[in-house]
């Protein structure tokens, strides 16, 4: 069993480059931002106790995540390659997965770091749309639908996420230097680091990783 993580800021397109990664390769798609927004609609405990950081675009407990992963992944143990998007977001959460994955003898094989500047991060989340039914993500400007606010996939309804608000997305880049950005120099260490241009379109930045992927 093997797993590739993609880091990246906020609107660094992760979610873009799952989904065709998703489709292309087979990975079994693992977002923890997902799983959090869906426990925090089903009202589950989980959920209730996320969604104020959520809101506010701090990040929920280590302990939180690092159990929805353990679940989800024993789960899915049958999944020959998982692909971890939004996770690990701290180092504490980076060395629970590796000491977890190592016990069921899995293994990282890449970690793509999505480099793009701030501007174009601010640019994309605050014209992103997201489809309520199956997650699909659009850009207003850049990547439409084609009709407007309509799912191209499935009919379904457009939303902007709540923390894609201007002064949530400044609280969520700053968070991300603060507390993710130190896991690309943990993870270069380990030689797992593949550093990604990801300031152009969804497709330049999806041929650049399958070059590594095929490579
Ligand atoms: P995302 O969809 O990846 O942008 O995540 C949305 C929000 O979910 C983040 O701003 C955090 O509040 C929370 N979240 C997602 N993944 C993690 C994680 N690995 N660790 C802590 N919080 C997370």
Partial sequence: MDAIILLGGPGAGKGTLADALRKQKGFFHVSTGDMLRAAVKSGSDVGLEVKSCMESGELVPDSVVLNIIKERVTRESSSAQFMFDGFPRTLEQAEGL???????????????????????L?????????????????????????????????????????????????????????????????????GLIRDIDAGGSAAETEALVLAVLNG
């Fill in 98 to 120: 590796h000491t977890f994955f190592s016990e069921i003898g899995g293994v990282i094989t890449h970690v793509f770091n999505l480099d793009a500047d701030r501007e174009a």
């Fill in 122 to 190: 601010i640019c994309r989340l605050t014209a992103r749309r997201t489809c309520k039914t199956c997650g699909a993500i659009y850009h207003i400007i850049n990547m439409p639908s084609k009709v407007d606010g309509i799912c191209d996939v499935d009919g379904g309804e457009l939303y902007q996420r709540a923390d894609d608000s201007e002064e949530t997305i400044l609280n969520r880049l700053e968070v991300y230097q603060k507390q993710t950005a130190p896991l690309i120099g943990y993870y270069r260490d380990l």
